[in-house]
């Protein structure tokens, strides 16, 4: 009781909770969406980060160490997630940088690469994909220190074959 009256007081009327992460928190909307295939090698990395989104926490429990030692003291380890992530057009201007935003869990975290942005952008206009839902595999890669959580730093790679190639889903 007195924890709620302390949040009360503060201005919250609510517990605080995290944003969902959730796999399929983009997808759903009602009818036909594509995925882009890819060979599992994720080389395409997501530019201009949004640092504060949740994929991005770093914590206790939260993913699973892919590469590299145990956080034990014997060396950096890798803390890895997989998400599904939609590609979404933001700007019409073919001279934009950050053309193609990058959406996990609803949000975005990013945008494609410049090179490959206009490449896909112009390959989804050909095909008329421009307002279609589009997704693709993501990891957010973590690399951690073991004396200080704080200098984490975070990746997040797309797994994208090229020449693209389309999968539906949906009705």
């Excluded at 882009?36 to 395409?44: D, F, K, W």
């Excluded at 160490?65 to 073919?94: H, I, K, M, N, Y």
């Excluded at 490449?119 to 421009?130: F, Q, S, T």
Aim: proline share 5%; aromatic share 8%; charged share 20%.
């Amino acid at each position: 009781m007195g924890l709620g009256l302390f949040r009360l007081a503060r201005g919250r009327r609510h517990a605080p909770t995290a944003a969902p992460v959730c796999f399929l928190g983009d997808v759903q909307g009602k009818g036909k969406g594509y995925f882009l295939n890819g060979r599992g090698q994720y080389t395409h990395e997501v530019v201009c980060l949004e640092r504060r989104h949740p994929a991005l926490a770093c914590g206790e429990g939260v993913g699973r160490v892919l590469v590299g030692g145990s956080g034990l003291g014997e060396g950096p380890g890798v803390l890895g997630r997989d998400f599904l992530a939609r590609l979404v057009e933001t700007r019409g201007d073919s001279l934009c940088r950050n053309r193609i935003a990058v959406h996990i869990a609803g949000d975005c975290i990013g945008y494609l690469p410049p090179s490959l942005s206009t490449i896909y952008a112009e390959w989804a206009e050909d095909w008329r994909l421009i307002d279609t839902l589009i997704l693709c595999r993501a990891r957010v890669m973590i690399r951690t220190r073991p004396a200080c959580r704080a200098k984490a730093t975070a990746q997040v790679m797309l797994d994208i074959a090229r020449p693209f190639q389309l999968r539906a889903f949906g009705s």
